[in-house]
């Protein structure tokens, strides 16, 4: 995740109205358009079946940070990562879901007030689909897929509501870490402002007159939603899931590193463990780091076969 990724997750609400990109949902692939209540509106999502659905496994997928939608798109970039998953898994017998999030796309209006909004709002839609799929659907197997944030958020609605669960580019480190990283690297003359901001909202303690260069991430109105995150650890996380687990990662990733994949796989050493070789973030297979940025928008590239041919192994197993 760079920090171009968090800036967007924590632009006003106001202003990312703007970036919502409508999902596609044309495929070969059956598909019904479903809705999921909540306190504040309603969560839509996509019902992807098989051409012959013999109600074996069913896969809820997370999308990742920002303005991403159902298939993987925002207005910035079109590549169709989570719609060609869905596809693969559809073309080997696996049904999918996968939604926009709140305030994203055809999910806007269930956005809370940003001030309101928590991490564990997202675990707690994610749990609810699960819940919803387990309660309407007949499968006889729920799995988990979640792509990058949607890794952390995926791994923490697992127990007891998912029988398999899938990190996609999930990050092995606190986002605190993450943050610090990439902060440092952006401004430099910064580090330690920034970093005494960030222990300060791990230890649960809002900051006073963030630097203007900063508000964007450290806007009072986002403070108790990075609180709510901050105190969250995948590698810890990961160990309390009682259930089959796979890590897949690709080694041309430009977000997140093979290293976080190694750090989730030690901290679950029964794990499945995969890395993709030329496979980026977005699940494409990339030549070099220009093809690697062009292919964020191209919708029409495949992803990879070996991470579809994986992941069925393992749904299947």
């Known amino acids: ?34 809705a999921l209540p909540t306190n504040s509106g309603k969560l839509y999502g996509s019902l992807m079946q098989p051409l012959h659905d013999e109600h ?18 925002n207005n910035f970039m079109k590549n169709n990562c989570l719609l060609q998953l869905a596809e693969g898994l559809a073309a080997n017998g696996i049904a999918s ?14 956005m809370t007030k940003e001030e309101d909004l928590r991490f564990d709002t997202y675990i707690n839609d994610a749990k609810a689909w699960l ?13 988990i897929a979640g792509h990058s944030e949607g890794s952390l958020i995926g791994m923490l609605a697992a127990n007891g509501l998912a029988d398999k ?25 910064m580090t330690d402002r920034c970093n005494t901001m960030i222990d300060s909202l791990r230890e649960g303690l809002l ?4 630097p203007q260069v900063l508000m964007s991430v450290f806007r009072p ?6 609180i709510s995150w901050f105190k969250y650890n995948p590698q810890q996380e990961i160990k309390k899931l009682r259930i089959p687990v796979m890590i897949a990662q690709g ?37 070099n780091e220009q093809d690697n940025y062009k292919s964020y928008g191209e919708p029409n590239r495949p992803i990879s076969r070996n991470l579809i041919t994986a992941f069925v192994s393992f749904i299947l197993q």
Not at 133 to 143: D, G, P, T
Not at 221 to 226: A, E, H, M
Not at 282 to 287: A, E, G, H, R
Request: charged content about 20%.
């Open 1 to 34: 995740m760079r920090i171009i990724g968090a800036l967007l997750l924590f632009m006003p609400l106001s202003s990312m109205a703007a970036l919502f990109h409508c999902s596609s949902d044309s495929s070969i692939f059956p598909q019904i358009q479903v």
């Open 56 to 73: 074996k496994a069913i896969v809820l997928i997370i999308a990742g940070s920002g303005p991403t939608d159902r298939d993987g798109n």
């Open 97 to 110: 879901i996968r939604y926009d999030k709140r305030g994203i796309a055809a999910s806007f209006a269930s």
């Open 131 to 143: 819940q919803w799929m387990r309660k309407e659907l007949n499968y006889r197997s729920i799995v």
């Open 165 to 189: 669960y899938l990190s996609l580019a999930g990050a092995g480190e606190p986002i605190t870490n993450t943050l610090k990283r990439q902060l440092q690297k952006q401004l430099p003359n």
């Open 207 to 210: 900051v006073n007159n963030p």
């Open 221 to 226: 109105s986002v403070q108790p939603y990075l």
């Open 251 to 287: 080694d041309k990733d430009l977000q997140v590193t093979v290293e976080d994949a190694q750090m989730l796989h030690e901290a679950k050493p029964d794990a499945n463990y995969l890395v993709v070789e030329g496979m980026n973030h977005v699940f494409k297979t990339v030549s």
